[in-house]
């Protein structure tokens, strides 16, 4: 009986070590983009932009003399 827990235990730690990396990697990456998003959403405007929905600029819909 101590030769089947002894062999399974690698195994065991193995994918119980697994699951654990891929938890703080999915926790470190949602901090991160909401980090990000955050910073994102409370800088200023460059001049002359505005946003609108989606994120966009305005300058894309103005013509191209315009633009400048």
């Known amino acids: 009986m101590y030769d089947v827990f ?3 235990l690698p195994e065991f730690l193995g994918s119980l ?3 654990l990396v ?7 990456a949602r901090k991160l983009r909401a ?3 955050q910073r994102i959403e409370s800088a200023p405007p460059a001049a002359g ?4 929905e989606g994120g966009q600029s305005d300058v894309a ?8």
């Not at 932009?49 to 609108?52: G, I, S, V």
């Not at 819909?61 to 400048?68: I, K, L, N, T």
């Open 6 to 8: 002894a062999s399974a």
């Open 17 to 19: 070590s697994a699951g």
């Open 22 to 28: 891929i938890a703080v990697a999915t926790w470190t």
């Open 35 to 37: 980090r990000r998003t």
């Open 49 to 52: 932009h505005t946003a609108l």
């Open 61 to 68: 819909s103005r013509p191209y003399g315009e633009a400048r």
